[in-house]
Nanobody, 124 residues
Framework: QVQLVESGGGLVQAGASLTLSCVGSGRTFNSSGAGWFRQAPGREREFVAAITWNGGFTSYADSVKGRFIMTRDNAKNSVYLQMNSLKPEDAAVYFC?????????????????WGQGTQVTVSS
């Protein structure tokens, strides 16, 4: 089992930056890929970013590419999402997820473990 706890959400103005953190517990977290997803009210949960188990490769949704950066620190059992140049359309609940394998997966179906989410609100 893997347990995930996100933090770092909040209210920011458009154009600002925010960094989300996710701490994982469980023996497979550091050997598994990880992802960030988000869900806005009335919308499906969507892929944001993913990273391989060792941080060697990352993948991003087109809507955040060039603005968001996902990293991980296995010594701290943590993954991060640095969000720059935030837009009102980035507002959502952001979820951290741990994959069933070691790659950077874009599909929700590849992630059996999820955190509770952290709210990000962006004012215009």
């Amino acid at each position: 089992q893997v347990q995930l706890v996100e933090s770092g959400g909040g209210l920011v103005q458009a154009g600002a930056s925010l960094t989300l953190s996710c701490v994982g517990s469980g023996r497979t977290f550091n050997s598994s890929g990880a992802g960030w997803f988000r869900q806005a009210p009335g919308r499906e949960r969507e892929f944001v970013a993913a990273i391989t188990w060792n941080g060697g490769f990352t993948s991003y949704a087109d809507s955040v590419k060039g603005r968001f950066i996902m990293t991980r620190d296995n010594a701290k059992n943590s993954v991060y999402l640095q969000m720059n140049s935030l837009k009102p359309e980035d507002a959502a609940v952001y979820f951290c997820a741990s994959a069933g394998g070691s790659s950077a997966y874009r599909s929700r179906n590849m992630y059996p473990y999820w955190g509770q989410g952290t709210q990000v609100t962006v004012s215009s």
